[in-house]
């Protein structure tokens, strides 16, 4: 079983920025591919970033050039650094894991909400 809980949601304004933090419980963090979800009111939840257990990332178009994803391995810890900012990244923002590194996202956090106001 893994647990995560999600940190760092609150209220920005159009151009801030964010940092979103997901840590892990278990002792081999390091082994699991994991990813940040988002999910806008009425709308369905859309996949953001994923970082791989070798450390590779890839991001959604819609945030590439905006949004960092990296982890520690040593903190059991997962990141999302957000940039500039729009309305339109409004959204519950949720970390997953995928322990057997098969695309498939096990584990989830219960969401940290983040708000940008126009």
């Known amino acids: 079983q893994v647990q995560l809980i999600e940190s760092g949601g609150g209220l920005v304004q159009t151009g801030g920025s964010l940092r979103l933090s997901c840590t892990a419980s278990?002792?081999?963090?390091?082994?699991?591919?994991m990813s940040w979800f988002r999910q806008a009111p009425g709308k369905q939840r859309e996949w953001v970033a994923v970082?791989?257990?070798?450390?590779?990332?890839n991001l959604a178009d819609s945030v590439r050039g905006r949004f960092t994803i990296f982890r520690d391995n040593d903190k059991n810890t997962l990141y999302l650094q957000m940039i500039m900012l729009k309305p339109e990244d409004t959204a519950v923002y949720y970390c997953?894991?995928?322990?057997?590194?098969?695309?498939?996202?096990?584990?989830w956090g219960q969401g940290t909400q983040v708000t940008v106001s126009s």
């Open positions: 997953a894991a995928d322990p057997s590194r098969r695309g498939i996202w096990d584990y």
């Open positions: 278990g002792r081999t963090f390091s082994n699991y591919h």
């Open positions: 970082i791989t257990s070798e450390g590779n990332t």
